[in-house]
């Protein structure tokens, strides 16, 4: 088990009689793309916020290279090597690209606590924000004003931000959303170069970047993990077919 | 050279320009009143930081500036009375001169900063601003309330403090002191903004979940940043009250805090030098509108109901456009 990067022991969280997340445990390993799917509702999102120290979990452990993460807060997990990247992109719209890489890289760094030193001049820090620009493909919009990417550019920027972590493990909560084909072919390509950095957590609804993607795909409908396996075994699992892949899928 | 800093150089050059003639033409009010500008210009320039960049709007910035304004006057009127502020553990006198009373106005100030805002920005919005405004009326009415300096007369002083080499009663030496202060204000301020700090401060107020998730504490940033911001505003207030050799619980009144947020919302919120034309506008109106009627609060209502609805970048915003992110 020396390859689990990421865990979650017997996590359980309520809102009211609601079990949002109900006895869930999972694992991310070296190198590998784990796909969480389940219909609307299914806790996907409250699982990740679990993980990343947003909600508090009413029981059970998260661990991160077996540092017990219970009771860190959301910043000190990001820190630790969390990286992770929005539903609804989320960035600072008024600086530009470039600047929000930096904000990244200034995370990883630290200390903030700096009041004299003109940051956009610090070649450490400027040089780790082109790299991770470069490797989503947007060296050529670093002074692009945030707002007036694209929505696919502000997708493809959420994960160089979260590359300037060099976290641990990315937790990726639907990075394909709002995409056209185009978009998540490129985002596909991109995230298949990205597990070799860090294992990868993913939410995604569109099934066809799960199959092509995903290493193991876990299954969540109502707070419980109902099935964990192979894109294969996933695919011919009755149970799944039923509960939420729907019948009519061909095999 | 873009835009933005010519009309900032430009605004200097009239700031400093105006109480140079009216020294050639044997003005000295104007002086004073140029003194009066780059002083609210200064409190400006403090609550910027906050309100600015960090998106915090403080409706309680008066305490601070009243704070330095009393540091000055309890300082000053012990210094006249010879009386010490305290015997016991051990002997605090007070003082006429400028940087003491300077550096205890900044610290005693960003100490109530402090406490105000580690209590204050767990809250945020409607919240915030409700509640740095019961800080501030706490502090106006303790001011009040408390006679040994003055209660509701306030406290006079009767020769202006003083300055190593210079005789700041003459209007033009203390105008050119104050004028000195604010350019090192704006200096430090400019460096802030270029920061790492002040790079995650202005993030924090656009996306606090990204900060968040980088790494970082928008909390931390943000206390901070009030810290500073309370401490140049309490420096002003310490200047003001030497300004008029007085210091009252008016300085401490939430109309203080008002004008100062006006300050900035008709320079420009979040410009460097946003304050520093939003008072110069301020007691231009005040002077000359002013002496038409005593209700000239009346037009700044009309000027700031059409900088709000017309030019939300202040009279910076209009003339230069949108703020280039620097590089």
């Known amino acids: 088990m020396t390859d689990v990067v990421l865990s979650t022991e017997r996590l359980f969280k309520s809102f009211g009689a609601l079990k949002a997340t109900n006895d869930v445990s999972l694992d991310l390993r070296k190198g590998e793309i784990h796909a969480l799917i389940g219909p609307n509702g299914a806790g996907k999102s409250t699982l990740i916020q679990q993980i990343t120290g947003h909600l508090a979990s009413d029981s059970g452990t998260v661990r991160l290279m077996d540092e017990d993460l219970t009771g860190v807060g959301s910043a000190e997990r990001a820190r630790r090597g969390l990286g992770r990247t929005f539903q609804i992109s989320s960035l600072a719209m008024e600086h530009t690209v470039l600047q929000n890489a930096v904000l990244g890289a200034l995370g990883q760094r630290g200390n903030v606590m700096s009041f004299f030193k003109p940051v956009m001049k610090d070649a450490q820090l400027v040089s780790a924000a082109k790299a991770a620009l470069a490797q989503v493909g947007l060296a050529e919009f670093a002074a692009t004003r945030t707002a007036d990417l694209s929505h696919g550019q502000r997708r493809q920027l959420e994960v160089a931000v979260a590359l300037t972590l060099k976290p641990k493990a990315f937790l990726m909560d639907e990075p394909m959303a709002g995409l056209g084909l185009e978009g998540a072919q490129q985002m596909i390509g991109l995230l298949t170069e990205l597990r070799k950095e860090a294992p990868i957590l993913l939410i995604e609804h569109d099934m066809d970047a799960v199959f092509a993607l995903a290493d193991r795909i876990s299954v969540l409908v109502y707070g419980e993990v109902i099935a964990t396996g192979t894109p294969e075994e996933i695919k011919v699992n009755p149970e799944i077919r039923r509960a939420y892949l729907g019948d009519e899928v061909p095999a | ?327």
């Open chain 2, 1 to 327: 050279m873009t835009r933005e800093t010519w009309i900032n150089v430009a605004a200097l050059a009239v700031l400093l320009g105006v109480p140079l003639w009216a020294l050639m033409a044997d003005e000295p009010f104007i002086i004073t009143l140029a003194t009066r500008a780059a002083i609210f210009a200064l409190a400006g320039v403090g609550l910027n930081l906050a309100l600015g960049t960090g998106g915090l709007v403080s409706l309680g910035h008066a305490a601070f500036f009243g704070i330095g304004g009393y540091a000055m006057g309890i300082l000053a009127s012990h210094a006249q009375s010879y009386a010490p502020i305290m015997e016991a553990p051990f002997l605090i006198e007070g003082t006429k001169s400028m940087p003491v009373i300077w550096l205890v106005a900044m610290v005693t100030s960003a100490l109530a900063a402090l406490a105000i805002g580690a209590l204050s920005l767990r809250t945020s919005g409607v919240y915030f601003i409700m509640i740095t405004l019961a800080f501030g009326q706490m502090i106006y009415y303790f001011a009040i309330s408390w006679p040994a300096y003055g209660g509701e007369d306030g406290l006079s002083i009767y020769v202006r403090n003083e300055f190593p080499g210079l005789n700041t009663l003459v209007p033009m030496q203390f105008f050119g002191l104050c004028f000195a202060i604010l350019c090192l204000a704006l200096l430090l301020m400019n460096a802030i903004h270029k920061s790492a700090f002040g790079l995650a401060l202005s993030a924090a107020r656009q996306n606090e979940t990204r900060v968040l998730s980088v790494g970082l504490k928008p909390y931390h940033l943000r206390l901070v940043a009030f810290v500073i911001s309370g401490a140049v505003t309490g420096l002003a207030g310490a200047l003001f009250a030497d300004l008029n050799r007085f210091v009252s619980p008016t300085m401490l009144s939430w109309q203080m805090s008002g004008e100062i947020i006006i300050f900035i919302i008709i320079g420009g919120v979040g410009r460097l030098f946003g304050p520093v034309i939003g008072a110069m506008i301020f007691i231009l109106l005040e002077h000359t509108l002013g002496g038409l009627s005593e209700f000239w609060h009346v037009y700044l209502g009309a000027l700031l109901l059409g900088i709000v609805l017309f030019a939300k970048g202040g009279v910076i915003g209009a003339l230069a456009g949108r703020e280039k992110a620097h590089d």
